[in-house]
């Protein structure tokens, strides 16, 4: 059995070392950077020891109004995106033609990239000298007013914001779900068919809790995806994010680091303790969740 074990942790080395490397090491480095008061990159200097990076960053203002559209995108997109490929799997599932067809359609957002979406998503929603945007010629033909989506007011391009990012996460959704619906035992259906048992009742008695563990899944890395959003708000808005009030939690550390009010790495590190916390105490309430709710 020793030698059993030893061999085990043998195959795990490599992992144990790259995961310590690149990930245990640079958060215990962050860590201890956001303490360290005055941090100067160039002459590895500092002042002073204690939380004063952390009473700055949750009084800055850059960084509430990221917090705010942070918290803003995940709690419509996660939901909204789960929701709305759940119900583009099961429609997928009942269709037998033409289903491959149909998956491969809807994934293809996926693969496309971030940037070049964003580009697509500026000439359906920007106002230019020359055009209205394809949104706005929707809306002033059924008889409503032209709205700036990038350039104008906050509610506007949140709306834009999530919009372009359920955009993007929902096709690896449908993927999973597709898969996960494909795999549920026909034997349920059929004796629930037999019994006469309704739609819907089958879709909650049965569907739901066979698939639960990937609804689990989507939701948990929704979250965490969510919460690491940056590239879609400078796909739509640039990369003066503070300007356009779009910025968010990774766009403000980013900031904070080689953005035009960069060099200060103890104020980004203690944004990114902050994140941390926040992530690990939602995925620790999802998991706590789940224990009633997800059936293995």
């Known amino acids: 059995m020793e030698k059993r074990s030893m061999k085990g ?31 100067n990159s160039a002459s590895q200097t500092y002042y002073g020891v204690g939380p004063y990076n952390y009473s700055y960053v949750l009084h800055d203002p850059y960084f509430l109004q990221a917090l705010k559209n942070t918290f803003l995108l995940v709690v419509i997109t996660v939901p909204v995106s789960t929701g709305l490929a759940l119900l583009i799997s099961v429609g997928l599932s009942s269709i037998r033609p033409l289903r491959k067809l149909y998956q491969t359609v809807f994934f293809l957002p996926y693969v496309t990239n971030t940037l070049a979406v964003g580009l697509v998503f500026m000439i359906l929603f920007k106002k230019t000298a020359y055009t209205d945007g394809l949104v706005n010629l929707v809306i002033h033909w059924f008889g409503g007013s032209t709205i700036d989506f990038i350039d104008g007011p906050y509610w506007a391009k949140l709306f834009v914001l999530c919009f372009y990012t359920i955009w993007v996460v929902m096709p690896f959704k449908i993927l999973i779900l597709t898969s996960a619906l494909a795999s549920v035992n026909q034997n349920y259906y059929n004796a629930a068919r037999v019994d006469g048992t309704s739609r819907l009742r089958i879709f909650v008695r049965i569907t739901l809790p066979m698939i639960s563990p990937m609804l689990f899944y989507l939701i948990i890395t929704g979250f965490i995806g969510a919460f690491k959003a940056y590239s879609d708000a400078v796909a739509l808005f640039g990369t003066n994010l503070n300007a356009a009030e779009m910025n968010t939690i990774v766009g403000y550390i980013y900031d904070m680091l080689y953005g035009d009010s960069g060099g200060y790495p103890s104020y980004a590190s203690a944004a990114a303790i902050l994140l941390f916390v926040i992530v690990l105490t939602i995925t620790c309430i999802n998991l706590l969740v789940s224990k009633k709710h997800v059936h293995y």
């Open 9 to 39: 942790w043998l195959y795990l080395l490599p992992a144990i070392l790259f995961l310590g490397f690149f990930m245990v090491y640079p958060l215990i480095d962050v860590f201890i950077y956001s303490f360290e008061e005055g941090y």
